[in-house]
C-alpha cells in the first residue's frame, strides 16, 4: 500500500505543474523586454550550438520529478539536488534577463538623448537660417533704398549742370551785350565831340546826349542785374 501511495503521488507530482519563482507581471516585463530588444535589432547572436541549448533551464524548470536524471543518492537527494539546480538556473536567468533589461534601457536612454540632441540641432540650425534669410532680406530692402537714392542724385545732379549751363549762356549773353553797349556809348561820345567841334545844331547835340544818357542808364541797368 505504501508503495502503491508513492506510485500515485509520483504520478500526481508528474501531472501537475511546478511552481515558479517569476511572479505574472515579472513574466510580462520580461517578454515586453525581449520584444523590444527583438525590434531594435539589440540582441546578442548566439553560436548555433548555443541557441539550441538556450532554452535548457526552461526544460529542466518544468520537467517532471519522476523523469528527472537520478544521481548515486536516494530518491529525495535527487529531488533536492535537481530542485537547487533549477533554483540556481532560475536564480542566472533571472541575473542575466535583468543585465539585459538593464543594457536594453541603457541603450534605449542614450538613443533618447542622442536623439533630442539632434533634434535640439536641426532646432538651432533650422533657427540659425531663419535668421540669416531675415538678414538677407533686410539688406536686399535697404541695397533697394540706397539704389533709389542714388538714382535721385543722379537726376539732381543732371538737373543742376543743365541749371549752371542755362545761367552760364545767359551771363556770356548779358555780357556781351554789356560789351556792346559800352562800345555804342562810346562812338556815341566820339559823335557828341565830332558834332560839337563842328558847330552842329544845338538840338541834334541835345538829342545825341539824351541818347547817351538813355545807353548809360541801360547799361547800369544791366549790370545791376549782372550783380545779382
Known amino acids: 500500500m505504501a508503495e502503491e501511495g508513492a506510485a500515485a503521488s509520483d504520478r500526481s507530482g508528474a501531472h501537475a505543474p511546478r511552481q515558479h519563482s517569476f511572479s505574472q507581471e515579472q513574466l510580462e516585463s520580461m517578454l515586453r523586454n525581449y520584444k523590444l530588444r527583438?525590434?531594435?535589432?539589440?540582441?546578442?547572436?548566439?553560436?548555433?550550438?548555443?541557441?539550441?541549448?538556450?532554452?535548457?533551464?526552461?526544460?529542466?524548470a518544468w520537467r517532471p520529478h519522476c523523469i528527472l536524471p537520478v544521481s548515486e543518492?536516494?530518491?529525495?537527494?535527487?529531488?533536492?539536488?535537481?530542485?537547487?539546480?533549477?533554483?540556481?538556473?532560475?536564480?542566472?536567468?533571472?541575473a542575466s534577463a535583468a543585465a539585459l533589461v538593464a543594457e536594453m534601457q541603457r541603450k534605449a536612454e542614450t538613443g533618447y538623448r542622442e536623439l533630442n540632441?539632434?533634434?535640439?540641432?536641426?532646432?538651432?540650425?533650422?533657427q540659425g537660417l531663419q535668421r540669416q534669410g531675415d538678414s538677407l532680406?533686410?539688406?536686399?530692402?535697404?541695397?533697394?533704398?540706397?539704389?533709389k537714392d542714388l538714382e535721385a542724385l543722379k537726376r539732381e545732379a543732371q538737373e543742376r549742370v543743365a541749371e549752371n549751363?542755362?545761367?552760364s549762356a545767359e551771363l556770356a549773353r548779358r555780357r556781351t551785350d554789356r560789351a556792346q553797349g559800352l562800345t555804342q556809348a562810346a562812338l556815341l561820345a566820339s559823335a557828341v565831340g565830332r558834332l560839337s567841334e563842328g558847330n552842329r545844331p544845338e538840338e541834334e547835340l541835345k538829342?545825341?546826349?539824351?541818347?547817351?544818357?538813355?545807353?548809360?542808364?541801360?547799361?547800369e541797368t544791366l549790370e545791376q542785374q549782372l550783380k545779382h
Open 38 to 60: 527583438r525590434k531594435l535589432g539589440a540582441l546578442d547572436a548566439r553560436p548555433a550550438d548555443e541557441e539550441a541549448h538556450a532554452l535548457r533551464w526552461c526544460r529542466q
Open 73 to 94: 543518492g536516494t530518491a529525495a537527494g535527487c529531488h533536492s539536488s535537481a530542485a537547487e539546480a533549477v533554483d540556481a538556473q532560475r536564480r542566472a536567468a533571472a
Open 117 to 126: 540632441a539632434e533634434r535640439r540641432s536641426a532646432g538651432a540650425l533650422e
Open 137 to 147: 532680406r533686410a539688406i536686399q530692402e535697404e541695397s533697394g533704398r540706397v539704389k
Open 165 to 167: 549751363g542755362r545761367l
Open 207 to 219: 538829342a545825341m546826349r539824351l541818347q547817351i544818357a538813355a545807353l548809360v542808364e541801360e547799361n
